[in-house]
C-alpha cells in the first residue's frame, strides 16, 4: 500500500561499496534503458543466494562487452551491492512515471 515515487529518482553511488536498490518497485535488468545505471569498466554486483546461503558470483563490468556473465536482474525489493573506482562517486538518476 501507498504511493510509487515518481520522477526524477537519484540513489548516491559512493566509491567502493556501495549497497543499493531500485527505488522503484519493480524488477530491473541493470543494462536497460530504463535502469540509466552510470557503469563505468571495472565496476561489478553482487547478489545475494537466500538458498545456498552465500553470495552468488560477481557480474562485472567490460567496457566495450558490457556485463558479463550475464547483465544482473534485480527483482522487486532486492538490495545489491555495487563496487566501483575509490573516486568513482556519482549519482544513479532514473525518471519514473506510472502510465495513467
Do not use: C
Request: no cysteine.
Amino acid at each position: 500500500m501507498g504511493e510509487v515515487p515518481q520522477g526524477t529518482l537519484t540513489n548516491r553511488i559512493a566509491g567502493n561499496y556501495s549497497l543499493l536498490s531500485s527505488v522503484v518497485p519493480q524488477q530491473l535488468a541493470l543494462d536497460s534503458a530504463a535502469a540509466s545505471l552510470p557503469v563505468q569498466d571495472g565496476d561489478y554486483v553482487l547478489t545475494w543466494n537466500a538458498v545456498g546461503q552465500r553470495f552468488n558470483d560477481p557480474f562485472n563490468y567490460v567496457e566495450g562487452l558490457g556485463w558479463l556473465p550475464s547483465a544482473p536482474v534485480i527483482n522487486v525489493g532486492q538490495g545489491f551491492f555495487y563496487n566501483t573506482a575509490p573516486a568513482a562517486s556519482r549519482p544513479w538518476v532514473r525518471t519514473f512515471n506510472v502510465n495513467q
